[in-house]
């Protein structure tokens, strides 16, 4: 009778001990989730938003001669941020987060390197555009061991940079969202090897997209030629594609490896 | 007999004072690599030496920097002739480095400013042009998989000599294993040549110790001054 008794007490404590641990574990998991989903998003505008001002500035970019001084350390973030202000109508994220610093930490770098390009007044096109600022900054990104990848990427047909195909989930998160583009969030995903976040973030086609991967009479260079003099080469030095307003735009691939947030 | 004691005592204590005080100075082996170190102006000025300068100096020792020529650097390093030698890539298993690069060095093109590509993922653009490399250097994939005429230099003078034919028209591009070194603002070349870089592809560059002793003594030093701030962070608010 006593040895029964003992061991009913155990099983109670035992399952008493089993109970608050699944709800420690299972309060523990929402509260990264609710860390984690908002920290994606958060990179993934800031990302978007420095392609913005990177497209809108390439009058400054490209020009030569002048003051540059706004594509560069403090006064380039202070752009971004009011970029990202304009774009999404809300105020730019509290930089309380590793990822978040050195993202934009990443952004001034990636223009440091290209200063000596910029300030060259004999050269006209730089080649810094929205998709190549984006490449140079996730390949800044990789290079800092902070568990964050970004990639600007879209279907593995007709991709120009080879070091932006898409990886076997981003293939897999296109495949299902490109009738209907919507993001996509995967909290149960890999990086590297590890456990992490991504979200996948589709880009409408937007028509500054089309004055290098539209047609003909989209590239400016053809601008004030005669159609038969026309050139399917856009500025950068690819063929243009010929899609239209109605095609796949790619998306911004982002992953956090969950090591990030403990 | 206490006369000669003492004396005895004092070159003693003269000598180990003059030890305790060479043990105290850490020899510093730089090579030029502009605009990060450059030879061709008072060596406080460069910008890494300003970083390390921050680094090292709060750890109470007297640095002295020692020009040295790249050929010659890394044996400096292991004869132990210098403590530290920077900076470099690691190019020899048995060099042992601090635990982060300083930075990346991005490989890249360089080319006369009127026939400049400034997008290098554009491979096609490369086809039958007559593209000089250092014999000495491993070149990206998207570079050995074109259609260019990759033509190699031999020497130990080569990415120079490559820089100068392609400024004569000799060849159509030169591939530069960092090609800051030789575009940037603070250098006569860059009137002359434009260069666009492989991202994607970088080397880590660092800075080399000549023992464990010596990385015991500066790791956590600099690990904690590369978390308050990277040096590539640093560099990149710099006015270069």
């Known amino acids: 009778m006593l040895a029964k008794n003992k061991i009913n007490s155990f099983l109670r404590q035992f399952f008493i001990i089993v109970c608050i641990l699944f709800t420690c574990l299972q309060s523990s998991a929402n509260a990264s989730a609710d860390i984690m989903k908002p920290l994606i998003s958060d990179i993934t505008k800031m990302y978007m938003s420095s392609m913005v001002y990177i497209f809108i500035n390439q009058p400054l970019i490209n020009q030569k001669g002048g003051d540059k001084g706004d594509l560069f350390g403090e006064r380039f973030i202070q752009n971004i941020k009011q970029t990202y202000f304009a774009k999404y109508d809300e105020k730019f994220p509290l930089e309380d987060h590793l990822a978040k610093r050195a993202l934009l930490e990443a952004m001034v770098e990636v223009m440091n390197d290209n200063k000596a390009l910029i300030y060259d007044d004999e050269i006209g096109f730089k080649g810094i555009i929205p998709a190549t600022f984006a490449f140079q900054l996730s390949a800044k990104l990789a290079t800092k061991g902070v568990g964050l990848k970004i990639k600007f990427t879209r279907t593995e047909k007709n991709i120009r940079n080879r070091l932006n195909k898409p990886d076997n989930w981003e293939k897999s998160i296109m495949l299902k969202i490109i009738k209907k583009p919507q993001i996509y969030y995967d909290d149960n995903a890999q990086l590297n090897g590890k456990p992490a976040i991504r979200q996948f973030t589709p880009l409408p086609m937007a028509p500054y997209c089309l004055a290098c991967h539209g047609s003909p009479k989209h590239n400016p260079l053809n601008k004030n030629r005669k159609k038969s003099d026309w050139t399917n080469i856009d500025i950068t030095g690819f063929e243009m594609e010929n899609w239209t307003m109605n095609d796949f735009g790619g998306g911004v691939s982002i992953s956090i490896e969950k090591s990030v947030f403990q | ?240």
Do not use: W
Request: hydrophobic share 40%; proline share 7%.
């Open chain 2, 1 to 240: 007999m206490i006369s000669l004691r003492k004396e005895t005592i004092y070159v003693a204590l003269f000598y180990f004072f003059s030890c305790a005080v060479t043990s105290q100075t850490i020899k510093i082996g730089v090579v030029d690599y502009p605009p990060h170190v450059n030879f061709n102006e008072e060596l406080d000025k460069s910008p890494l030496i300003k970083y390390m300068n921050s680094v090292l100096l709060p750890l109470n020792y007297s640095l002295e920097y020692i020009k040295l020529p790249r050929v010659r650097a890394s044996v400096e390093l292991e004869e132990g002739r210098v403590d530290i030698l920077m900076p470099i890539p690691v190019i020899k298993d048995s060099i042992m480095t601090l635990s982060s690069p300083l930075f990346y060095a991005i490989p890249g093109l360089c080319f006369k400013k009127e026939n400049f590509i400034p997008i290098l993922s554009a491979t096609h653009r490369f086809n039958d042009l007559m593209i000089g490399f250092p014999a000495n250097s491993s070149l990206v994939f998207a570079l050995k998989d074109s259609k260019a005429n990759l033509i190699p230099l031999m020497g130990e003078n080569a990415v120079n000599r490559g820089i100068e034919l392609t400024q004569r028209g000799r060849f159509d591009a030169f591939y530069h294993p960092s090609p800051v070194q030789v575009y940037h603002r603070n250098t006569p070349k860059y009137k002359e040549v434009a260069c666009s870089y492989f991202h994607g592809y970088s080397t880590p560059i660092y800075v080399a110790v000549a023992n464990v002793q010596i990385y015991k003594l500066l790791n956590t030093a600099y690990q904690k001054a590369l978390s308050e701030q990277s040096y590539e962070y640093y560099f990149a608010n710099r006015d270069i």
